[in-house]
């Protein structure tokens, strides 16, 4: 038990610095897993430090999609103070087990689980954490169907001063996602995160990683030096349009660039392109070659080439300068078309300024300069209401207000206007304003009886959310069924909200303990007070009365409320006397000290030749040693004295 609080299970992780364990915390009993450093580990004080600080690090993070760390310390083992951090127990698969057991996920797909991914590496990176491990075995999709980023700090704790490539084999085995900065030993930043989630992407739509060789140092060279096939060519669907195509491309190639500048600056900006890619639109990396309203004419290699970035000529030991050299001559030749049209642009706007209509006058704000008596519709978008229409309506316009729905924008703002922000109206036409009324709301389903897969589908069917915190209890109904919701089912609420679940865990089990032997009212209580019921079954037996002479179930696992059954003798056998050659009055006083109360019954004489028979009992109904209950009857024959019985 670590730090006597911990009570750890079976492994269910295992790495080069340490392992997990499924774990109970006893103090408020609930699963948790346990991170733990190896003891080999242990002796080093740089590992002990590192590991220290991957609990610090850690436990600055607080957000839906990374796994939560609860508490950090040290327990002894044999002498030895491992050093441990209590975690999150996620119940669910790993994206690397469920490409292996499944294959290549559809774009849209891969696109939304790794838009939480994102998320969570943004809120890392503000931080100042930088994961630097980013794969498909450190992204769990758990049971419920929310995405987990797991093992955050480990490769900060493993290359603090040496290169990735040259620290250990848990850095080393992870190749396939590393960004070239870190294949050249150079510094990580949060674009490196980027780099290795695009390597995720394309692994998670093709089925394969973007690089392949047969040692790690071949595979970092590749990230270096070679282009990848763009993942477009790997997929095997044919309903995917250019346009679909295109779009995969630009998003995976442009988190891939091989120089950090050319990529997405942040995962922050990467997650909003793959939201985009997984709603099937034009994402921002696209832009330039997909037209929002129709489908590309532009081949889908010539956008994977453009958003490649320029193939690095030099070794993993040379400097990014050089790279930026190698792009010097095209960029020049940009700089020197954007000043270009920026001095047309300038002219034209002084043109339209001072010359013929423009006269140097200003534009007062919602006034048409070419027509007086036409007025500039205002930015409206998540202003309040009353606000907007004044503002409208002091412009001369008639305004039309509807409400609508809207998650991101609080009741009472603008949505929207019609005709747009920017249109030019005469005085006095109508626009028609959208306001948000708030977050949808929706009847929440009753999913008392459901299992929590069954309930999750319901949820989300209903724009619903199942809260990860799944509370358990015993319960008479099955395990694994859900007994109560909050909020209960027929309630409204917002779209994109939680519901909380309390799950059985079937009827609590206890060891029937054994009772033998006790006196009947301390063997029923000890029974009740365990939440057995108990049936008393009172048992002919020579026993003491009331005591315990055997019971059903001992020693077996029962639920509460189950019934067991104890057998109490009632004291009411004996074993009877040797009652022949006995007077009768010495035979009665023999069973009455014996505890017989029945009845007596003095049969027919026996003839006897002998005279110190005479009188005594001849014949017994009962024979000595023979068991009977008390209150039998006894029946006797007396001898009787007569001398023609010696003839």
């Known amino acids: ?79 030895i103070a491992l050093p441990y951090i209590v975690m999150e127990l996620v119940h669910g698969r790993t994206l690397r087990d469920i490409l ?21 590496l943004q809120s890392s990176h503000e931080a100042g954490i930088i994961h630097r491990d980013v794969k498909p075995a450190n992204i769990m999709l758990t049971n419920t169907g929310q995405v987990k ?24 085995g992870t190749a396939q996602y590393l960004s070239p900065e870190q294949a050249r030993g150079k510094p990580a930043d949060a674009r490196s995160d980027v780099y290795a989630l695009g390597c995720v992407m394309y692994e998670a739509v093709t089925g ?85 309203d129709s489908a590309p004419a532009t081949s889908v290699l010539a956008a994977a080439n453009s958003h490649r970035a320029p193939v690095a000529s030099t070794r993993p030991s040379e400097d990014e300068d050089e790279e930026e050299e190698h792009r010097g001559g095209w960029m020049k030749w940009l700089a020197i078309a954007l000043a270009a049209i920026l001095v047309i642009l300038a002219g034209y706007f002084a043109w339209a300024l001072w010359g013929p209509g423009g006269g140097g006058q200003q534009q007062s704000e919602g006034t048409s300069t070419s027509n007086p008596a036409a007025v500039i519709v205002p930015e409206v978008e998540n202003r309040p209401r009353a606000e907007v229409v004044s503002e409208l309506e002091g412009l001369g316009l008639l305004v039309t207000v509807n409400e609508e729905p809207n998650p991101d924008i609080a009741r009472g703002n603008a949505i929207r206007i019609n005709p747009a922000a920017g249109s030019e109206l005469q005085k006095n036409s109508s626009v028609t304003l959208t306001v948000s009324s708030g977050k949808e709301t929706t009847d ?47 309630s409204q609420l917002s779209k994109g909200s939680k519901i909380r679940v309390t799950v059985s865990k079937g009827k609590e089990t206890f060891t029937v303990p054994d009772v033998t032997g006790m006196d009947r009212d301390r063997a ?24 315990v002479i055997s019971m059903t179930n001992r020693g077996e696992k029962l639920a ?27 035979a009665k006083r023999a069973l009455s000290d014996a505890g017989w109360k029945g009845s007596w019954t003095v049969g027919e004489t026996i003839p006897t030749g002998a005279l110190v028979d005479n009188n005594q009992v001849g014949w017994a109904s009962v024979n000595q040693g023979a068991t009977i209950r008390k209150s039998d009857p006894v029946e006797v024959r007396l001898w009787r004295f007569d001398p023609a019985a010696l003839l």
Do not use: C
């Open 208 to 292: 394969q990683a973007p690089f392949a060789g047969e040692t790690p140092f071949a595979v970092a060279y590749q990230h270096v030096q070679e282009d990848p096939t763009p993942p477009s060519e790997l997929i095997e669907d044919p309903s995917l349009t250019p346009t679909q195509r295109v779009n995969i491309d630009a998003v995976i190639l442009t988190a891939m660039a091989k120089h950090p500048a050319d990529r997405y600056q942040s995962a922050w900006e990467m997650g909003q392109d793959l939201q985009r890619l997984a709603a099937g639109q034009v994402t921002q990396a696209a832009r330039l070659h997909v037209p929002e």
């Open 100 to 120: 292996r057991e499944g294959g290549p996920l559809p774009a849209a797909e891969a696109a939304g689980i790794l838009a939480s991914v994102a998320d969570a």
């Open 560 to 586: 509460a409320g189950d019934t067991v059954t104890i057998d109490v003798s009632n004291n009411q056998l004996m074993t009877a006397p040797n009652l022949v050659h006995m007077s009768e009055a010495d």
């Open 444 to 490: 929440v389903p009753d999913v008392t009886g459901m299992t929590l897969q069954e309930a999750s589908a319901a949820l989300s069917e209903a724009g619903l959310l199942l809260n990860d915190n799944v509370s358990e209890t015993n319960d008479d109904a099955p395990a694994g069924q859900i007994i109560s919701q909050d909020p209960a089912g027929g």
């Open 524 to 547: 029923v209580s000890t029974l009740e007070e365990m939440r057995f019921q108990v049936n008393v079954r009172m048992v002919d037996s020579q026993e003491p009365e009331n005591r």
């Open 149 to 172: 980023v797991m093992d955050f700090g480990i490769a900060r704790a493993l290359d603090d001063s040496t290169s990735a490539m040259t620290q250990t084999s848990a850095v080393i």
């Open 1 to 79: 038990m670590a730090n006597n609080r911990y009570t750890l299970g079976k492994v269910i992780g295992s790495g080069g610095m340490s392992e997990v364990y499924e774990a109970e915390d006893t103090v408020l009993g609930r699963q948790v897993a346990v991170k733990v450093l190896r003891p080999e580990m242990a002796h080093d004080a740089n590992f002990r430090e590192r590991f220290r600080r991957e609990a610090q690090n850690s436990g600055k993070l607080n957000h839906p999609n990374i796994v939560s760390v609860f508490d950090t310390g040290e327990y002894d083992d044999n002498g």
